[in-house]
Each structure stands twice: as structure tokens, then as C-alpha cells.
């Protein structure tokens, strides 16, 4: 499925009864990018784990900062990108899952995770750290090994691994207060999809509203109250949860200055990078690195 202004980066793979998972027979391995991809979607279910490496996942409008190992689920029409922030790059090992297709002829239990899977009622988390939850950490893995070593009946074994996942995953998750369709999920992402991808691509330069409503070729009354309706926030709101956020694992995993963290994000100043940073973490960038 895709949506114009949304560019599907792996959006051509055909799954099938005998084929419901890709890549069979191999790991795929991923680097993202310093400098982020567009935002894009899927139709199937996005299995992940980090390798090493730290940088920043945006699922939905969310900062999602990563640092070493991690495990990400990304269900079926969640808009994501990631982005590296070591230079040499973060490691990752994917692999995508088309449910309709695993569970084909098993309705006994298979019909009862993709109910399950009505996530716009829900709230939950797309990232996982390895120190918060091992045993995700493990089942992910175990999932992407079978799919790559193609052992004797591997798809029973990935079909079982996946049911227990989504189960575990599952206890995670808290109602919304509002739900929303699909559609309304998606519709809102779609509207301010060119000013997050520019706000994601130049974070590190000065941006200002009237750079946004260029972009986006709207009014600034209404790109603020689409960012709001979309991701909770103002488009400048955005930008800076983008920068700390980004700003916040550098802290931890480079031995980079202050200084020279707070540069590299994008602000002129040391004193307004101490002012959001102690605003967003509610402690300055000093405590957060001795934390």
C-alpha cells in the first residue's frame, strides 16, 4: 500500500502461502543512514534487531532513540525511518512477515493474532532495549535465524515463534483513549509528510515556520494544527524533540564536547541547547552524560 508524498523504500516484495516471510535464506543486513530516508510504510509486519551502533527511529511522528542492542516491531501501516548518528553507522538484521500468509489454514490460532492486531486502539512501543526485555530481544533473533538458515519445517517454527512474540509484545500495549481507522492514522502523517521529511534531512540547519509552510506549500495556521493533529506538537516542537533526542544518545555513546554535540544538532548556541535539553529531560546535558 502506498500513498503518494510517502516513498516506500522496500515496498516490492511478494509474499505468498509457501513464501510468507523475506528474506528466506539469508540475514538482511541494514545501515541506516546518517542523513535520514523519507518517511514510508508497509502492508506486513517489520521485524528488527540492532547488532550495535545508536541512533534515532521516527515511528508515527515519535523520536525513538536506540543505543546497542535493541529489537524493533513495526506493525503494517506504521510511517518509520531511521538514522545512524556514529559515523560508521548502526548494523541491523530485518525481516518482513506477511501474517495473512503465515497463518493461512491455521484460523485455530492464527485468526486470533491478527485480531489482536488492531493496533489503532492501542498504544504501544516499537522499540525495545535488550536491557528492558531480554527474552523479545531473543524471540526476534530466533525468528530471523529461521527464516535465514531455512532448516526442517522452519516455517512451523517462525509461525510459532511469531504467535508467542506478538502475544508478549501485546502485554506492553494500553488502550488509547481515542482510537482511530487506519486511514485516520495514516491521513494525518500524509498532510505533513514533506515538512517532517525536511525537518528529518536538515535538522542540523537553521529552520524556521516560514521554511516549513514553503515546503509544504501551506498556510502556518494550518501545518500547526495538522503537526498537532498528526503528532501531538508544533512543528518547531518537533524539531527540537528531533535534536534532543538525537542529541541525548551522543551524550551517551560518543566522546564528542557538549559543545560539540550541541552543533552537531543544530543549535548556535550552547546556553539555547542547555535550555531545551534541561526543558525536554528536566536535567542538564551534563547530569544526563554522568547519568
Known amino acids: 500500500m502506498q500513498i503518494e508524498s510517502f516513498i516506500q523504500i522496500f515496498d516490492t516484495v511478494n509474499f505468498s502461502n509457501d513464501e510468507p516471510v523475506f528474506p528466506v535464506g539469508k540475514l538482511f543486513d541494514y545501515h541506516p543512514f546518517l542523513s535520514p530516508e523519507a518517511l514510508h510504510y ?6 528488527g534487531y540492532c547488532v550495535r551502533g545508536s541512533g534515532v527511529f521516527i515511528v508515527d511522528g515519535d523520536v525513538i532513540p536506540f543505543s546497542g542492542r535493541c529489537t524493533s516491531i513495526i ?9 545512524s548518528i556514529d559515523p560508521e553507522k548502526s ?10 500468509c503465515l497463518y493461512s489454514g491455521h484460523h485455530s490460532w492464527g485468526l486470533y493474532v491478527l485480531e489482536m492486531l488492531k493496533r489503532e486502539h492501542y498504544d504501544f512501543r516499537n522499540l525495545v532495549s535488550y536491557d528492558e526485555n531480554p527474552e523479545l530481544f531473543e524471540m526476534v533473533k530466533l525468528i530471523l535465524a529461521e527464516a535465514s538458515e531455512v532448516k526442517a519445517n522452519y516455517l ?10 506478538l ?32 525537518i528529518n534531512i536538515h535538522f542540523m540547519q ?36 528531533l535534536r534532543l533526542n538525537r542529541a541525548s544518545v ?37 547530569s544526563w552524560r554522568k547519568r
Open 167 to 198: 502475544l508478549s509484545h501485546n502485554r506492553s500495549t494500553r488502550p488509547k483513549t481515542k482510537s482511530t481507522t487506519h486511514a485516520g492514522r495514516v491521513r494525518p502523517l500524509h498532510d505533513i509528510a514533506d515538512a517532517i521529511n525536511y
Open 250 to 286: 551522543m551524550l551517551s555513546d560518543t566522546k564528542k564536547s557538549i559543545a560539540e554535540i550541541a552543533m552537531d544538532v543544530g543549535y548556535n548556541s550552547l546556553s539555547s541547547f542547555n535550555r531545551h535539553f534541561q526543558a525536554m529531560y528536566n536535567m542538564s546535558p551534563s
Open 42 to 47: 508497509h502492508n506486513f509486519i517489520e521485524l
Open 91 to 100: 548494523h541491523w538484521h530485518f525481516l518482513y512477515i506477511n501474517l495473512d
Open 206 to 241: 537553521d529552520i524556521n515556520i516560514d521554511t516549513l509552510t514553503k515546503v509544504s506549500n501551506s498556510s502556518k495556521a494550518s501545518l500547526q494544527r495538522k503537526f498537532h493533529a498528526a503528532i501531538g506538537m508544533s512543528p518547531m516542537q518537533y524539531l527540537h524533540h
Open 156 to 165: 512451523e517454527v517462525i509461525r510459532g515463534l511469531v504467535y508467542a512474540l
Open 75 to 83: 506493525y503494517e501501516g506504521q510511517a518509520h525511518i531511521a538514522q
